[in-house]
């Protein structure tokens, strides 16, 4: 089955390089001369609808390679899912169905599929779906700011839709970003009703999420205001928003105790965008760093190029600033911080923001001339890239088979508690939500965040038997440092036996008065 795989990575990859290569060069020279009245986005859909059949094909591979999609928060998102279908049946006790009009599509959309076609369908399909729009939206973003269309940047474009956020389970912050994208790009050069389109996705980016609806606001509102600004005027709007970002940064200092601000989260040079390639493990660092190298070399070739063109910088200008402006803010904003407005935390802000550099860096690279190159040397990267998230992901599998394995015979209705921990250097933290998905049908997660975290639609009252109403409480479970409580017994913990292989799980009967994660692996602190 390995080698079965990799063969079809090699040659899913020789060729798409060689597609570049050969063939594909006429178009890429076609689209070249830009979007136009005559090569509408609308015409070009249409004379390439099979040469997108393909790419989106391709794109969907990491969706199918395994029998599970590993993603981090995703498997908690199913798991959620199933329990508002038992909350619709009246089988959840002490939970409920909030009415909320954020964060909520991908979830609405998986629970309304899974009715149709069972959670293991439903999941291929929404996660697919979500995977296409955010590609597919960076995609139309970087042709309307670059008036071509980026394919020699679709290496890139790739591994940015399975990049930190994707593996990390942002689910409903993923799919607003791509609705963003596409909306952005309807209004960057509006076409005829393009406005109309574009206006009709704002609402929709809002549901998914909120941090996707602000970017597409304020990219919006400043690309808007540059454009009226005469001259020199223009580099009010950057200082400005810099300055904007600078007092949030010196007030949420000021305050970092009432609101339990951290910046937790490394040097923050290293959050370019490139970081969003970081994942489980130091091989993944080194290879973002090649990525990001690769584009600064890219650039500085270009500029050496076009040296003597007066109107060059006048071309990156906009979106240098928007990268400069979405870096600027994972540096300033805060990693984790906490809000009376939700019981949960606000977490991995900075981390997740990176992807919009990620975005506007991809953007900045089409401005670049269309070398061969530079598809050679990222799609290069995107063979090692997608090699190793194969593997890993291939770990993971194993990981929640065992927890299947484990699950399968409890009776249902049997509360647990998992802890799991990710491997060392592995920075996705999220992987003890496979006892989540593992649990459906068989048991309820104890620890689950969700509904107690204010922040979903699935929310518990007090008392609940099927998930704590503290968030304080849960976040202790999935640490390992919750002290049980009579209340709380019955109660499983799932955890991981050996340290020699972290799939492998065990289950025990916890007791009052102990902690949880008392007993098996726990990552050495650091």
């Known amino acids: 089955m390995q080698v079965k795989c990799r063969a079809v990575l ?16 006429d178009i890429f020279e076609t689209w070249a001369r830009g979007w136009n009245a005559e090569n509408s986005p609308a015409m070009f859909v249409r004379k390439q609808r099979w040469l997108i059949l393909a790419i989106s094909a391709a794109v969907l591979i990491p969706c199918f390679w395994h029998r599970r999609i590993e993603a981090g928060d995703l498997a908690s998102h199913v798991y959620n899912a199933w329990l508002a279908q038992l909350v619709e049946k009246g089988q959840a006790g002490g939970l409920y ?12 959309a998986l629970t309304r599929a899974a009715k149709v076609v069972g959670f ?40 940015l839709a399975y ?23 309807f209004f960057w ?50 200082l400005s928003a810099f300055g904007i970002l600078a007092v949030t ?4 200092m000021r305050h970092a105790q009432e609101y339990l601000a951290d910046w937790d989260r490394g040097p923050f040079y290293l959050y370019n965008g490139a970081d969003q390639l970081a994942l489980y493990g130091e091989r993944y660092y080194w290879l973002a760093g090649v990525v990001f190298l690769l584009g600064i070399l890219f650039v500085v070739a270009d500029g050496f190029a076009r040296r003597g063109d007066p109107g060059l910088w006048r071309s990156f200008a906009l979106v240098f600033e928007l990268y400069a402006l979405a870096f600027c803010a994972t540096a300033l904003l805060p990693e984790n911080f906490h809000v009376s407005l939700y019981p949960g935390w606000i977490g991995l802000l900075g981390s997740r923001l990176t992807t919009i550099s990620a975005i506007f860096a991809s953007c900045f690279l089409a401005l670049l001339k269309p070398r061969k190159w530079h598809f050679v040397g990222f799609a290069v990267c995107a063979v090692v890239f997608f090699g190793f998230l194969w593997q890993d992901t291939k770990w993971l599998n194993r990981l929640e088979a065992n927890a299947e394995e484990i699950t399968r015979e409890l009776p249902m209705g049997t509360r647990v508690i998992p802890t799991v921990w990710a491997s060392p250097g592995s920075r996705v933290s999220f992987i003890g939500h496979v006892v989540d998905r593992a649990c459906i049908g068989h048991c309820f997660n104890y620890a689950n965040y ?10 518990v009252h007090p008392g609940s ?4 109403d503290s968030s304080d409480d849960s976040e202790e479970m999935e640490s390992g440092e919750h002290e049980i409580q009579d209340e709380d017994l019955p109660l499983k913990e799932i955890y991981q036996c050996d340290a020699g292989d972290l799939t492998k799980l065990c289950i025990r009967d916890l007791e009052s008065g102990e902690k949880n994660g008392r007993i098996g692996y726990k990552p050495p602190p650091q």
């Open 163 to 185: 990049g930190y956020s994707f593996n990390m389970g942002f689910m409903n912050y993923y799919l607003s970003l791509g609705l963003a994208c596409f909306s952005l790009a």
């Open 97 to 108: 169905i909030a009415r909320q009009w954020d964060n909520v599509l991908f979830d609405v």
């Open 249 to 252: 940064n010196q007030f949420i």
């Open 465 to 468: 038997s099927v998930a704590t």
């Open 189 to 238: 050069r509006p076409q005829g009703v393009g406005w109309v389109f574009g206006t009709f996705l704002i609402p929709i980016t809002l549901l998914a999420h909120p941090i996707g609806f602000l970017w597409l606001l304020g990219t919006l509102a400043y690309t808007k205001l540059r454009n009226k600004l005469p001259g020199w005027w223009k580099v009010i709007l950057p």
């Open 120 to 159: 293991a369908a439903a999941q291929r399909i929404v996660v697919g779906l979500c995977v296409l729009i955010f590609f597919w939206g960076v995609f139309a973003l970087v042709a309307a700011i670059s008036e071509r269309p980026p394919w020699l940047l679709m290496p890139c474009i790739a591994m």
């Open 10 to 25: 090699a040659l899913e990859w020789r060729g798409a390089a060689g597609m570049a290569m050969g063939p594909l060069q």
């Open 450 to 459: 969700e509904p107690a975290s204010g922040e979903f639609r699935v929310r």
